[in-house]
Structure formats: structure tokens, C-alpha cells
């Protein structure tokens, strides 16, 4: 179990970084790769490759030439020359000045983009990114992801790795947390309606509870922790989801599987047919929606699988004290006279 645990504690770093990252950035193969480090292009310099910047600073100063894309995942980049090639932001920032001038669009999921007025853009500024085909996660209509013209074939692939990413990523949480997993199952098996409105509860209210911190402007760190919280939970609700789904497919093929290959599998399953029931037009939104806040609500009624809901009563009900029970009376109708009111014989 140890060699095991060893194995997947490097996958599941990958598998979220894979998750995280846009489809075009996979697609590419990066030649500059700026991580955590600075990065200055001098005027007059020419970089003739892509450029990939991850948790760092890149500055193109005036006179400068990018003749590629460039990838920005949480990093700074302020760009004064010009760049041929498209812009692509996740959750960093870009300062664009007077001088920059881009050839290409600018791409921002999670980003933010700092534009001076001399700043020239060929293409356009898009605040959203929309993928191949997107993954389904609890509450999470689409993972964010560059759109690719590319064939149904790799569209399907990639749909088909990030599921399977997903059902690793169950297994894991089946094998370090199986009790865990197992109360939230059991709630969202007994008790599903009352999960779904708990869920449904916490998405309506948690929105405006986040938004009143953002508000406050000192308490963003606290929303921007309840936003981490809510999509772990989600997450959480998902996965028992999936598992009361491998549970009732190994009795359907009269299997005896343990936790873990049963929340895999039944992840695998739930994600892949409800990826695909999310097709649907107008209606699509329904089903993902609806597992979500089962989910959800019987994460928070279990309080994240730490005891059970219904909690399990113990010992016996009694019943009433039958010496405390008033005697049936004597056929005739009349009850036989107590030895008090008995007279002497």
C-alpha cells in the first residue's frame, strides 16, 4: 500500500495540472519557459519561439519582437513591443503599454488585462475560454480551455483523458478516505431529496455570502478560501456520487468490488454519460446540475463524511412497563374487589 500511495502522489499533481491547463497550451510544445524566475526581452531582441510563463515575470520592453504565442498561468507579463502571435492569460496578469502592439487575440480565463490607450490589437479580447469538449465536474459546467479546429477524434480523446484524470483522482480519495466517502454515499442513497434541497440551499445562498466579502475588499482572502471550499465539497459530492453508481453496476454484474475500483469506475460512468447528456440543448444544463447538488448537500449533511446522516440510533426501543398495566377485568364486567375493600370472613 505504501509503494502504492508513493505511485499516485506524484499522479494526482500532474492530473491537476493537466485539468488546469488550456487545450492549446497542451497542444503546443513550448521552447522558452519561464517558471517562478524573470525574464527581460531587450529592445531590439527578436524571440522566435513561444514563450510560456508560469508563476513568473516576463517584461517585452519597446522594440522587442515575440514571434509566437505566448502562455501566461499565474505569472506577470507586461508587454511594450509586439508580439506576433496570440495571447493566452489563466489567472495571471497582463499590462499591456502605448507601445505594445499585438498581432493576434488576447485570451483571459481567471486573468486580468491592463490595456493603455496606444496599445494596438489586431484581434480580440476574449474574457472566456471554451474547449473541445468540456469535462463535467460537480457544479462546473466546463473547465476552461482553449477552442481548437481540430477532429472529432482528438476532441474525443481529450474529453476521454480528462475523465479518466477524474476517475484517478476518485480512486485516490476512495483509498485515503473510505469511511469518509462512504457516509456521504450512504446519505446521498437514503436520503436523496434531502440532500439535493441542502444543496440547492448552499448554491443559492453561498454566491451572495461570497460576494458580500469580495465587497468588504479585506475579507477577499476569506471568499476566495470559501470559493476553494465550495469546489472541494463539490468535488467530494461527485465522487461519493460515482461510487453509489459502481456500487449498484457491480451488483448489475455480480461483481464484489472494493471502495476504491468502485468509486473509479462509477466516476468514470457518471462523468462520461452525463458529459454526454450535457450535450443536449436547452436541457443539458439539468443533469450535471442535479447531481452536483445531491452531492453537495450530502457532503454537508454528513460534515464532509465525518459522521452519519441519518445518524445510527444504538441499543434497543422500549416499549412500556407491563406492571404498570392495569389488569383486564374479570368476564361478567366487574372487576374483582382489592383485598382492602374485601371484608372479614
Not at 499516485?8 to 517558471?35: E, H, N, R
Not at 450512504?186 to 440547492?200: N, V
Not at 465525518?306 to 374479570?330: A, C, F, H, N, W
Amino acid at each position: 500500500m505504501k509503494d502504492i500511495k508513493k505511485l499516485f502522489v506524484p499522479l494526482i499533481l500532474v492530473s491537476f495540472l493537466l485539468l488546469t491547463l488550456p487545450g492549446q497550451a497542451l497542444a503546443a510544445q513550448p521552447l522558452k519557459l519561464i517558471v517562478g524566475g524573470s525574464f527581460t526581452l531587450n529592445d531590439g531582441e527578436t524571440l522566435d519561439e513561444d514563450l510560456t510563463v508560469v508563476g513568473g515575470n516576463v517584461v517585452l520592453e519597446e522594440g522587442s519582437t515575440v514571434n509566437g504565442k505566448i502562455v501566461v498561468l499565474g505569472g506577470t507579463l507586461e508587454i511594450n513591443g509586439a508580439v506576433n502571435g496570440n495571447v493566452i492569460a489563466t489567472g495571471g496578469y497582463i499590462k499591456l503599454g502605448e507601445s505594445a502592439k499585438i498581432d493576434g487575440d488576447i485570451t483571459s480565463a481567471g486573468g486580468y488585462v491592463d490595456r493603455d490607450l496606444g496599445a494596438q490589437i489586431s484581434g480580440e479580447i476574449k474574457s472566456e475560454l471554451t474547449g473541445p469538449f468540456p469535462l463535467f465536474l460537480p457544479g462546473i459546467s466546463r473547465l476552461p480551455s482553449i477552442n481548437l479546429s481540430l477532429s472529432p477524434v482528438w476532441k474525443g480523446l481529450w474529453f476521454l483523458a480528462q475523465v479518466l484524470i477524474l476517475s484517478s483522482l476518485a480512486v485516490l480519495v476512495a483509498m485515503f478516505f473510505p469511511k469518509y466517502l462512504e457516509r456521504v454515499d450512504h446519505a446521498i442513497a437514503t436520503q436523496p431529496l434531502i440532500a439535493g434541497s441542502m444543496g440547492l440551499l448552499t448554491g443559492f445562498i453561498s454566491p451572495f455570502v461570497i460576494l458580500l466579502l469580495v465587497i468588504t475588499i479585506c475579507m477577499i482572502p476569506v471568499a476566495l478560501l470559501g470559493v476553494v471550499l465550495l469546489g472541494i465539497l463539490l468535488f467530494l459530492g461527485w465522487v461519493a456520487f460515482g461510487l453509489e453508481v459502481g456500487k449498484r453496476l457491480a451488483v448489475l454484474f455480480k461483481q464484489e468490488w472494493t471502495t476504491p475500483i468502485s468509486a473509479g469506475v462509477g466516476t468514470f460512468a457518471l462523468t462520461l454519460v452525463i458529459g454526454g447528456a450535457g450535450r443536449i440543448w436547452c436541457i443539458g444544463w439539468i443533469f450535471p446540475t442535479a447531481v452536483a447538488l445531491v452531492g453537495l448537500g450530502a457532503t454537508i449533511l454528513t460534515r464532509v463524511g465525518m459522521q452519519d446522516y441519518p445518524e445510527k440510533t444504538s441499543g434497543r426501543i422500549q416499549g412500556p412497563d407491563v406492571s404498570t398495566l392495569d389488569q383486564p377485568p374479570e368476564p361478567g364486567g366487574k372487576d374483582l374487589p382489592s383485598t382492602e375493600e374485601q371484608g372479614p370472613a
